[in-house]
């Protein structure tokens, strides 16, 4: 322990990594929970028929496209990288993009074109920050709390009269987005005062950040850096033992016979058998501090386990994997784009206001989307509380056990498709789930599932692999969430694709309906819905 006990004052250190642990996935959240805002701007002709209508899902591909290559070749040269290279250089350039978008937000003449030109690259360098980011951050990512209550307020502060124009939702989106640029200011201030708070520089010290011997040696031992050593009691040993002890001569009476102090004589060495097998018992029978790196199983012992056991973490991380997967091939990318069933909107947006109600009409009007986005985050919450108790708490579970649960998610994303989504474009699949506890449910029981299943995964996975292999955990894990994400936004993509009815429209060139006529939505030119039978 320290020399002299150095205190976090005020928490002040404490607070400073929950923000940069909250910086590490903000810039995501602050474009996922502006939907309304490129709803309507990806509308402003000239626009990209494709883009406006799967812009949620195009979202999540660039953005964990590019994290996805960053985290490859970061576990590649990270540590040729330094602190400075992963945390303050993508805090800068995450806020000087959220800054440039909040000047965008106000330039209403500009077209659904140029703002998808601006956009799409912005979230791919934002990708490749949140990557830097999380390599060299290693501390928990508070994001949840941000997702929840960022989208609420965003929503919020719109007027809800109507169906929104780009002057409508442009001054929400500056504020929005320049509060955003103001928390990653403090993060980047916070960061650098680190070294000069006595308990950051402390940790730094530790850590090995900063590197001063001077000030190592006025604040730390070298206790500080050790592993607890193996501490092994040893009882009386048996007769064959002691025999065997007696054989060997006493450390302490060579050294006194290689001494060239005149106090040890030479003649002191040759001690009697009797002499040494009595001292070998007193030492074995006191606690003895070992200095050895100890291997918790032998290889003999590892290959005599099973299939399921041998091949333990990699199990956990595909299950990790699909966890990501499932939760990113309905969440947000689809379920942004569901209303309440009593919304009369035909296409996204939804209806602001629904006459009299909560918060003015608005809870089930365009403050829904933020709600279904609460609605996971708390469950995500309760998920992680939920996994400190139970009989997966106490041991680990079967790896196989692990894999079928995450599996077994991709119901709750199949469900999620036939409730009542407002797509920029007709929903072609039917509204089975024709109730607004329908969403709540779904969505709050997959953030619940993938916190329970991601905490789980964390609490054991370590323990699966050998001391000589546990540096992979961190790299692999994440990989593994980064691959899943990549994965589970290529669903998205497609499954929006797929299930909507894609119509020519004043930006350019679109797939016709079903073949042999139906009913096509189209815009209205003031912004409301008409239909119109295909000819």
Known sequence: MAKEEVQDRFGIVYMIFVLLGTATLLPWNVFLTEKEFYDVRFQVAPFNEYIADNFMSLFALVFNTTNLLALGVLIQFQRYLSLRVLVAQPLLITFIMLVATAGVAVKVSISGEQMAQFT??????????????????????????????????????????????????????????????????????????????????????????????????????????????????????????????????????????????????????????????????????????????????????????????????????????????????????????????????????????????????????????????VMFSVGDFLGRLMSGYGPWARAAPKPLSILFYSVVRAGITAAVLFCHLVTPTSWTLPQLLGQDYYPLGLIMLLGLTQGHLISTICMHAPATLQPAHASRYGPVTSFAISSGCFLGSFVSLYLATQFQTHVAGPGGGGGGGPAGGGLVLLRGLGGGNVDMAAM
């Open 120 to 373: 799409l690259p912005s979230l791919g360098l934002m990708g490749v920050c949140t990557a830097m980011l999380q390599g060299g951050a290693r501390y928990s990512l508070p994001a949840s709390s941000q997702q929840c209550t960022s989208g609420v307020w965003c929503q919020a502060s719109h007027s809800g009269t109507g169906v929104p124009s780009a002057e409508d939702v442009a001054p929400a989106a500056l504020v929005y987005f320049g509060a955003s640029a103001g928390v990653l200011l403090l993060c980047i201030i916070g960061y650098s005062l680190l070294p000069y708070l006595p308990y950051g520089r402390y940790k730094l010290l530790l850590a090995g950040i900063i590197d001063d011997p001077k000030e190592r040696d006025l604040l730390t031992t070298a206790e500080d850096y050790i592993e607890p050593l193996l501490t092994i009691t040893n009882s009386t040993p048996a007769p064959a033992a002691a025999a065997a002890a007696a054989a060997e001569p006493d450390p302490s009476q060579l050294l006194a016979s290689t001494s060239t102090s005149p106090l040890l004589p030479t003649h002191h060495a040759a001690a009697s058998p009797a002499g040494g097998v009595q001292q070998q018992q007193q030492q074995q029978q006191r606690t003895s501090t070992r200095t050895a790196i100890v291997s918790v199983e032998s290889d003999h012992s590892l290959f005599t386990r099973s299939w399921q056991r041998r091949n333990a973490f990699t199990i956990y991380c595909v299950a990790l994997f699909n966890c990501l997967a499932v939760t990113m091939s309905s969440h947000p990318g689809i379920s942004s784009f569901i209303c309440s069933v009593n919304n009369p909107a035909l296409t996204s947006p939804c209806t602001s206001r629904l006459g009299q109600g909560p918060l003015g009409g608005r809870l089930f009007g365009d403050l829904f989307v933020p709600l279904l986005y």
